[in-house]
Each structure stands twice: as C-alpha cells, then as structure tokens.
C-alpha cells in the first residue's frame, strides 16, 4: 500500500519560513511528478509548486521567488520550503506524487494534509 506523509507545517508570523516535507513509502516501482497543492478556507485547492524525477519546476505565480520546491529521489521525498510567507499562504497543504507501485497502475496520490498559518 503506497501512503504519503507530509510533516512540517505550523503557526509563522508574517515573513518567516516553514519547510515542508513528503515522503512516499510503500511497494513503489517508480515515483514521475511531485508536487505541494494547497487549499485555503472556502476556495479551491490549486498548485503550488511541481518538480520532475529529473528536477524540472513549475511555480504558481503567486509563490515564484519565495518557494523552492525540491526532492530526493533515493529518499522518496519531496520537500518545499516557504520563506517571506504571507498571510494569504494559510492553508492546508497538500503533497501530490504520481507513482507507479509493483503491482498496480499508475496513478495520483494525495498525502492528508498539514496546515500552515501564517499571522499577520
């Protein structure tokens, strides 16, 4: 059964930092997209960042320059670290990866979520 773990959110004030870390266990044959999705109260959830086995990234406008998402690929872990967070950043974060197990099919995993609040 392939889970995801996230850990390392929290309460920051404005312009602080958090790190964000993913891991993926399980009977995993390969791991392609990760990524950190993030959902705030009442609105939908939207990417937040995304990193290929290769080390490609895509950034939502909103975070570019103050996120850096990246991962190890011996670890099964993605991280994102969040520097000069905003208030608007409060959410619950998401991990996202598209894995292959040994004995199913491709698809998307969700891990449960991590909160991050930032005060102003």
């Known amino acids: 059964q392939v889970q995801l773990v996230e850990s390392g959110g929290g309460l920051v004030q404005a312009g602080g930092s958090l790190r964000l870390s993913c891991a993926a266990s399980?009977?995993?044959?390969?791991?392609?997209?990760m990524g950190w999705y993030r959902q705030a109260p009442g609105k939908q959830r939207e990417l937040v960042a995304a990193?290929?086995?290769?080390?490609?990234?895509n950034y939502a406008d909103s975070v570019k320059a103050r996120f850096t998402i990246s991962r190890d690929n011996a670890k099964n872990t993605v991280y994102l670290q969040m520097n000069s967070l905003k208030p608007e950043d409060t959410a619950v974060y998401y991990c996202?990866?598209?894995?292959?197990?040994?004995?199913?099919?491709?698809?998307?995993?969700w891990g449960q979520g991590t909160q991050v609040t930032v005060s102003s």
């Open positions: 996202n990866a598209n894995i292959a197990p040994m004995t199913a099919d491709l698809r998307d995993y």
């Open positions: 990193i290929t086995t290769g080390g490609s990234t």
């Open positions: 399980g009977n995993i044959f390969s791991i392609n997209l």
